[in-house]
């Protein structure tokens, strides 16, 4: 019911003009927290401390961000690194900053793939043809 609900608020703020990206986010956090897949966005996956706004975290998709220690670990982490900004920015639904907007994006699709495996989503299609 919860998903439902979040699902008729997504499709009236896009009928209403709103901006497409912070309603796209918003209902993919809203999502993934519905399924029981949501990420703390505030605190470290490991340590369970505050993030820093000015450290730099790495993506676990199924435990959270995981700050980043040393440049000897960038290379091996192979993943996208999060300024500590970002996820904070995004937990408190905080979308003004480009940058916000464009880690968010990589969050949301990062996070989906990983739960969805081979699945796709069929919303870019949808999209583009509701354009037309």
Do not use: W
């Not at 820093?52 to 192979?78: H, I, M």
């Not at 996208?80 to 969050?107: N, Q, W």
């Amino acid at each position: 019911p919860d998903l439902f609900a979040y699902y008729s608020s997504t499709l009236q703020d896009l009928s209403a003009g709103k901006d497409l990206e912070v309603v796209l986010r918003r209902f993919e956090l809203a999502l993934l927290d519905c399924l029981g897949y949501a990420l703390n966005l505030h605190y470290e996956a490991e340590t369970n401390t505050e993030i820093a706004p000015t450290g730099q975290y790495y993506l676990q998709p199924d435990t959270g961000f995981v700050r980043l220690q040393g440049e000897t670990q960038a290379g091996s982490v192979g993943n996208m690194l999060f300024p500590g900004v970002d996820p904070l920015a995004i937990g408190s639904d905080d979308f003004t900053a480009l940058s916000t907007r464009r880690y968010a994006k990589l969050l949301m699709r990062q996070l989906l793939a990983y739960h969805l495996g081979d699945k796709a989503l069929a919303s870019r299609s949808l999209f583009t043809s509701s354009s037309r």
